[in-house]
């Protein structure tokens, strides 16, 4: 039972609770109440005013009537019996109303309009509302018409005026079945809206519940804030960051007098560098590393920040991510440190050796020895640039010093020096290059290009093969090929072969030795004369190494 009458649909103000969340019997005495508490005050009138009609036959059956009626609704377990059944409580009252209507209408007129009552029931409560409508026309006019018949004594005037009342009843009830019909429909399209709410509450709950545990899984720090730099989401990893960046004598700093620092981990960073601030300020930035804590505590972290927008593009906030990367930002300050350290040993005996062999060469020793001791004074030069190259790489510095240079020359000579270990080595190599080719160049540094370039075409073809030097003139470049038909490389080596200390899955699996200096270090050269290089490669069937420095 939805909505036994109009009262109760207009969740009456003194209801503690919306009306259809009683229980069924509570709402069925809900529903005869005004009709009981009207015929109470009908019987203090007639007692007060008309105290002959209390001893009415029919009036007292109407009182009694009514009484035994409430008691009836309180009484029977409506639940229990078919849900409409609650309906008859309505149909009885047009009788008893017929009862009362004959006992009082000498003392007290308008009785008969009580039937208001169950036709707003009837119609309200939304079942069999074409019945309900009828039964809003016949019950009254049966109150009118019934004592007629069983009396006799009637007119056909008599029939024509009891008319009114029905239809005005009636009225009534369409109305109140119309408002009653709209009212379900509405309350149906809210219980829906309500199921969809929920049912997507529940969805959103499960998401964020995923969120939140994958959030909490991640070994990475997530801090998301508002456009204001509130906290609105920080993960257990990032509690732990926050934590290690606190003062130890503050349980709550503010952003300024966290412990952040920067790449020296002595300098503390300006507020308006560190990350969470430039992410508040709507920068978007990727891997910018500062150090967190002090003392061995501390640990470095390479965060990362994407703003956050609304529809029309505003700026709402900011999501950072804090990953940490002590273990690797160690493991390469270990790396230059050893390389550092390997290269300043190495330097004394380079430059002993070459003291030694420039003495050998001022005493004019014989030709064979002479030209021995000049290939020791050369490559011994090309090894002590070579860790200066390893010493200036780690400190981000690379000096040339441009001359006018034949590049045909450096082409031939180079492919000269390199033709014993192609013979050793089964493969042929020679050099395409014009009879002479000016630019201005460090001779010296783009020998050692060269000579990296050629030493890894014959190294990497160790079945034999062919290596080609060629060299020529393009849009006001020099641009050199060294093309072997050696093991080549992958698509994802070969995008790594410029990388420091990097060598390649076939390499590494072969005893052909190397350290992976010799590619970044002809880079870092090429790019100081303001050229470039880039390989073309085929795993299998060879490379092609290309550098082009302007003329």
Known sequence: MSNPTALSSGRLRFFKRPFH???????????????FVTTILTALLMWAFFPETMDNPLFVTFLLSQLGLMALCYTIPWERLPYTSFLAIPLLDFVSISAGREGGQESLTGISLLAVFPVIWLC????YPRAALWFSFLGPLAIIWVPLFLKGNYTP?????????????????????????????????????????????????????????????????????DADGHDILMNRKQRANHELARPKNMTDPNESQLLVYGPDRKTLIPVQERPVRRAVLGETFTDYLVWLGDGTDQRALVTTARAMKDSDGNFTGSVIVFSDVTDLVNALT???????????????????????????????????QAEMLEIIRRNSERLLTLVSDLLASRNGQLIVSPDAVDVAELVRSSVSSAQPRAAAAGVELRADAPEQMEARVDSARISQVLDNLVSNAIKYSPDGGEVVVSLAQEDGHVACRVTDTGMGMSPEDAS??????????????????????????SK??????????????TLGKGTTFTFRVPV
């Open 21 to 35: 969340e009683y229980r069924l019997t509570d709402r069925v005495v809900l529903s005869q109440m005004p009709l």
């Open 124 to 127: 309200a409560s939304g079942y």
């Open 157 to 225: 005037q008599d029939f024509a005026r009891s008319l009114l009342l029905p239809v005005m009843m009636l009225g009534i009830g369409v109305s109140v079945s119309v408002l009653t019909l709209s009212m379900m429909r509405q309350q149906k399209q809210l219980e829906e809206k309500d199921e969809q709410l929920r049912a997507n509450l529940r969805t959103s709950k499960r998401q964020e519940s995923l969120l939140n545990t994958v959030l909490e899984t991640v070994h990475l720090g997530v801090l998301a804030v």
């Open 334 to 368: 270990a790396k230059d440190d050893f390389v550092a350290s390997v290269s300043h040993e190495f330097r004394t005996p380079l430059t002993s050796i070459l003291g030694y062999v420039e003495i050998l060469l001022a005493d004019e020793p014989d030709k064979p």
């Open 496 to 521: 790594e072969v410029f990388a420091k200390f990097f060598r390649t899955s076939n390499v590494r699996r072969t005893a052909i030795p190397g350290v992976g200096l010799g590619l970044p270090i």
């Open 524 to 537: 870092a050269i090429v790019e100081a004369h303001g050229g470039t290089i880039d390989l073309e490669s």
